[in-house]
């Protein structure tokens, strides 16, 4: 196997043997094949496209079977020869509607006409074709592979805006335009620098999208103050961040006496008005995605995971965990789709945390959340008056996600550093690193704004808008704020192409950077973005200040 897609890829270089995360070398073999298949997919749903013909449900498989290969999200071989079916039936299908409409039946690529025998063991003996080794050009192969990360962040995305009926026919034909392009052996790096960038705006576009998704049927976030303490009775932990799914179980939970709990990404639900009108949506238990073996041991219930990040589940709990939509790990149980019109059933879930007994009650700190743009943009005028009479120094956004790495101790001791005159903006998992910390307000705007989950990145892009508008500024890089972001997995290079398309430049990026920049690339992004790594907390927060 060779993965180096995650901040976690061995030695700063790859996965070569097993993943960090839990991934072995089969698994990894059969996403490569994905990811190859979705290419052949990609290439004659594009074809049909350019006849007239357009077919969703290939428009959101490229979407699922990308994002079923981001970090922590599946782990079961067996529904990756499935997901690899699965595209070689869309990918004959679709051709045979381009050519019906008048398309040459040939193809130049291999991902496009091979014929398998659909058997896990024949995906395999392709696999060693389709690694990113292939591709032998350093340079060529670092930007193709920035360029699907950047897709499976933006997959990821557009798959929860399409749960909640928010679709877009421009992501589905970047998706398809920007998976053929990556097949082409004489692509120069200028075409693919291009489509990078053009990523980056799929990506603000997509952020939006799933922006509009979520508070159109959610309503707007407000600030909302979060238990993070237990009650006795039976539990179920939501982890993950797909919203429908915990709305769905709260739904079935109502009135049954059981409980309903947020972890990890899954607590900016507690900020929207029809989610957390479930009085049974008691609070948040836990913190980051890593620290959930110790975490799972002491929650006697059930938990569900929605999305990544999941991590090799321990035997102590692992007959309580349950898995749905892409997520999957051999022999945990899955919930599966529901069929058109109704919900998923999750009543195993429900049974299981039944069947657990119940938690007991512990006494837990409450943290404030809700800060997305409408929020912020309703204190705006407090905001801008604070900056106006030096109250507040500087804004530093510090979003993305956490992880276990030593390093990233780093991002607790800037937020604990910082001057009393700064505010962190704030998304993603990395806020468990300091948003238990009490770090106050300044005249009543708290120090640490959340704006939700890592897509929510959007809310702090949106709210750098209006302030550039607000103090009647030409550039966004003129406004008092500066850029501290940790990255983990994909989503996190969606995000960080997104704020690169915008024009955000200086931005520093931990806890090391990303294994898949060639020399040749970062050296691009470091003249044309300044992008720079994390150093020393001292040394940053000077910087920082000094608006360096
Ligand atoms: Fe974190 Fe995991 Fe949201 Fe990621 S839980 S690391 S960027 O999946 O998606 O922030
Ligand atoms: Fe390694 Fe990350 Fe790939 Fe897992 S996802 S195999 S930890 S690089």
């Not at 089969?26 to 052949?40: F, P, R």
């Not at 013909?53 to 079961?76: K, P, R, Y």
């Not at 982890?239 to 006496?257: A, M, N, R, V, W």
């Amino acid at each position: 196997m060779f993965c180096y897609q995650c901040s976690e890829a061995a030695k700063n270089i790859a996965c070569t043997t097993r993943g960090v995360c839990g991934k072995d070398d089969k698994v990894a073999a059969l996403e490569d094949m994905l990811i190859y298949n979705l290419k052949g997919l990609a290439y004659w749903t594009k074809i049909a496209r350019e006849k007239g013909v357009t077919n969703e449900e290939a428009d959101l498989f490229l979407l699922e079977g990308l994002f079923s290969t981001i970090t922590n999200v599946n782990f079961d071989p067996q529904r990756f020869v499935e997901y690899n079916n699965k595209a070689i039936d869309l990918r004959d299908k679709m051709k045979d509607l381009a050519v019906s409409k008048g398309a040459d039946a040939n193809a130049p690529y291999d991902a496009a006409t091979w014929k398998p025998q659909k058997t896990e063991a024949d995906y395999l003996a392709k696999a060693a074709a389709t690694t990113i080794l292939a591709e032998e050009n350093e340079d060529i192969r670092s930007l193709k592979e920035l360029l699907i990360y950047g897709l499976k962040g933006i997959a990821a995305y557009a798959d929860h805006a399409y749960v909640l009926k928010f679709k877009s026919e421009e992501i589905f034909k970047f998706t398809e335009d920007a998976l053929v392009e990556t097949l082409r052996k004489d692509i120069t790096v200028n075409e693919l620098i291009s489509l990078v960038l053009k990523a980056g705006e799929i990506a603000v576009k997509t952020m939006e999208l799933l922006d509009r998704a979520n508070t159109t049927t959610y309503g707007k976030p407000e600030i909302t103050q979060v238990f993070t303490g237990l009650v006795d009775g039976p539990g179920i932990l939501v982890s993950g961040h797909d919203l429908l799914d915990l709305e769905e179980l709260l739904k079935q939970t109502e009135g049954k006496g059981v409980n309903v709990y947020t972890h990890g990404e899954m607590l900016p639900a507690h900020a929207y008005p029809e989610l957390k009108k479930y009085k049974h949506l008691i609070g948040n238990f836990g913190t980051a995605w890593y620290n959930q073996r110790e975490e799972f041991e002491q929650f006697n219930g059930a938990i569900l995971f929605t999305t990544n990040c999941l991590v090799p589940p321990k035997d102590s709990y692992k007959d309580r965990v349950f898995t749905t939509g892409l997520v999957g790990w051999p022999g945990i149980k899955h919930i599966p789709n529901a069929t058109a019109g109704k919900m998923k059933d999750f009543s195993p879930v429900i049974q299981k945390a039944i069947e657990c007994g119940g938690l007991k009650a512990k006494d837990g700190k409450k943290i404030t959340i809700g800060f997305a743009h409408d929020q912020v943009m309703a204190l705006a005028d407090k905001v801008i008056d604070a900056v106006n009479k030096g109250a507040i120094k500087r804004f530093v956004v510090m979003a993305g996600c956490d992880g276990r790495a030593k390093e990233r101790e780093y991002y607790t001791e800037v937020a604990k550093n910082l001057p009393k005159d700064t505010v962190i903006l704030t998304a993603g998992c990395a806020k468990y690193r300091y948003n238990m910390l009490d770090l106050g307000d300044i005249g009543g705007i708290p120090r640490v704004l959340d704006a939700g989950q890592c897509n929510d990145s959007y809310s702090l892009a949106y709210i750098a808008l209006k302030l550039k508008e607000a103090f009647g500024l030409d550039d966004i890089n003129k406004l008092p704020i500066s850029y501290d972001i940790a990255w983990y997995e994909q989503k996190a290079v969606c995000v960080l192409l997104a704020l690169l398309y915008l024009g955000v430049k200086g931005i520093r990026l931990g806890p090391v950077l990303p294994a898949f920049l060639s020399p040749n690339v970062a050296k691009v992004l470091v003249e044309n973005f300044n992008i720079k790594p994390i150093s020393s907390v001292k040394e940053d927060i000077e910087a920082m200040m000094a608006g360096k």
